[in-house]
């Protein structure tokens, strides 16, 4: 039984941390809250990752650390630095490997899809951030410090995420009513399943001659925020979906009251117009096929059920 270190209790920690469990290893899953899902191997602990001698004490003796945590959105610029230099001295000093949960910011606007070989070209300050955050990995990596890799994924289908579908859009199709989002409803799109990016964490940590790169997460082919609702209504047998695209400037005067609404508008070139991943070389490498868009959905709109079912 080998010790695994998941930092972050959210969508994708939880389901790592679930996976790692399922499988017989001994799970240790930090938060700051010390939530998490209760399950026999797992240790939840409440801890400050960004406190670099407190995430290596508890990561000692650790194979394994898998960075599945973030910031708030409107946080990102202050506080994952210090967030990734932890990390980075946590994996120097017991020697586990390090794997993160990425994202596509880092290669900013681009007409085609997206590959691994991608060089990082951001156009926004979130994605700055992310792209210096695997700049400083990769060469802490080929310095022979660490050992890491980064796991990207677009954004989340399961149950408790958070995109500009699940948080506008899907909320209004359940309950019958007209949604608007800041997008091209036409435009294909491609969407992760976090148990998708669970699986290709713990594939690409337990494989060494996975490290030192970035790989895409295994993800369905990609469909359009229209033809996702129109699936959402027909799986929650709710009312046939009616959407409208949200002007711009309707964001930003949104942006004045709420810092998620102002923190989307500098990502708004995700959604008006073709987002699309390709995840073929994780899929060879690793064996895995991405699970159903349906599927995913399903878990989606369970999960929002779940919550509001304890409330």
């Known amino acids: ?44 602990v409440a801890a400050d990752a960004a406190d670099a001698a407190a995430l290596a004490s508890h990561t000692e003796g650790a194979v394994a650390l898998y960075s599945c945590a973030g910031p708030a959105y409107h946080r990102w610029l202050t506080d994952w630095p210090p967030l990734g230099a932890a990390l980075l001295q946590a994996a120097e000093r017991t020697g586990a490997v ?25 156009n926004s300050a979130k994605g700055e951030v992310r792209a210096q955050l695997w700049a400083d990995a990769l060469a802490a990596h080929e310095a022979g410090r660490i050992r890491t890799a980064e796991v990207r994924g677009s954004d989340y289908l399961g149950a408790g995420t958070l995109s500009a579908f699940t948080a506008l859009v899907l909320p209004k199709v359940l309950a019958g009513k007209r949604a608007s989002a800041p997008a091209d409803l036409d435009a ?23 490290w030192g790169r ?8 990609a469909v359009s925020i229209r033809r996702l609702a129109e699936r959402a209504a027909e799986i929650a047998d709710a009312p046939a979906a009616r959407l409208t695209t949200m002007p711009g400037i309707a964001l930003r005067l949104a942006g004045l009251f709420n810092p998620a ?32 868009t349906d599927d995913a959905l399903r878990e989606t709109i369970e999960g929002r059920h779940d919550a509001l079912s304890v409330r």
Do not use: C, K
Not at 101 to 115: E, I, Q, R, S, W
Not at 282 to 291: K, L, N, V, Y
């Open 98 to 122: 390090l794997v993160t949960t990425g994202n596509l910011y880092g290669y900013g606007a681009v007409d085609a899809p997206m590959t691994e070989q991608l060089p990082m070209r951001p």
């Open 188 to 210: 294909p799109h491609s969407w992760t399943y976090v148990g998708d990016v669970a699986r290709t964490l713990v594939a690409v940590a337990a494989d060494e001659q996975a």
């Open 1 to 44: 039984m080998s010790l695994h270190v998941v930092v972050g209790a959210g969508p994708v920690g939880a389901a790592a941390a679930r996976l790692l469990a399922a499988r017989g290893d001994e799970v240790r899953l930090l938060s700051r809250s010390g939530g998490g899902p209760v399950l026999d191997g797992v240790e939840r």
């Open 214 to 221: 970035p790989w895409h997460v295994p993800t369905a082919p």
């Open 261 to 292: 609404a102002r923190e989307m508008v500098e990502m708004q070139y995700q959604l008006r117009g073709p987002f699309v991943l390709d995840s073929s070389a994780a899929t060879t490498a690793f064996g895995i096929e991405p699970a159903p």
